[in-house]
């Protein structure tokens, strides 16, 4: 399977209006870790943008969990960018 980095920002004040979707964000990027799909996923220590590393069979796997999870159907998550990568080492 390929690898997909992900970059994305974050809403302006974040950390207040996350708040209400954050558990179901957390649920669901739980289901995704445990089914493999998902290796890594955060923010920056500014909580301006988000990282993350999918392994999947395609990029349109992992732009529709991206589209389906909360924080990017509430506006938390404002913009996005996944690129397949190659991992060296």
């Known amino acids: 399977m390929a690898k997909y980095v992900l970059w994305g920002t974050y809403c302006e004040n974040v950390l207040e209006k996350r708040a209400p979707f954050?558990?179901?964000?957390?649920?669901?990027?739980?289901q995704q870790k445990e089914s493999g799909v998902l290796v890594t996923l955060g923010p920056t220590k500014d909580s301006e943008r988000v990282f993350g590393i999918y392994e999947a069979e395609d990029e349109a796997t992992v732009r529709g969990l991206v589209e389906g999870?909360?924080?990017?159907?509430n506006g938390i998550w404002t913009s996005y960018e996944i690129r397949e990568w190659i991992q060296a080492f």
Do not use: F, Q, S, V
């Open 69 to 73: 999870d909360p924080y990017w159907k």
């Open 22 to 30: 954050r558990e179901a964000h957390l649920a669901g990027l739980t």
